[in-house]
């Protein structure tokens, strides 16, 4: 009888393993379709990429996307950040408050 029970007690372990595999297969599976979903989102985009670069509009998209080149008399516009910004001083507070932010901006 404690023999059996021995042989019982390996059994449900066993099936306890291939449980724990199981799911580990399920988890592998949801990843591996999340990956094919996304394989086919990217085929699906680069089918129409190569569509539109078989016509001459598609290769003088791709042509300006790359090299930022232009037609023949339209203007180019740069836009340059201006280094000089003026600094605006926050107005600060009065009473018990001005005493906090006085504490604040010593210890920044």
């Not at 107005?91 to 604040?104: I, M, V, Y």
């Amino acid at each position: 009888m404690i023999f059996l029970a021995i042989l019982l007690l390996i059994f449900a372990w066993s099936i306890l393993g291939l449980a724990r595999k199981m799911e580990m297969t399920r988890e592998n599976r949801k990843v591996a379709e999340g990956n094919v979903a996304a394989l086919e989102k990217e085929k699906g985009k680069l089918s129409s990429d190569i569509s539109k670069l078989q016509t001459d509009e598609g290769v003088e998209e791709s042509i300006r996307e790359k090299f930022g080149l232009g037609k023949e008399g339209e203007g180019l516009i740069i836009v340059v950040e201006d280094k000089n910004v003026p600094k605006v001083k926050k107005e600060s507070p009065k009473g018990f408050f001005s005493f906090l932010f006085f504490w604040q901006d010593w210890f920044k």
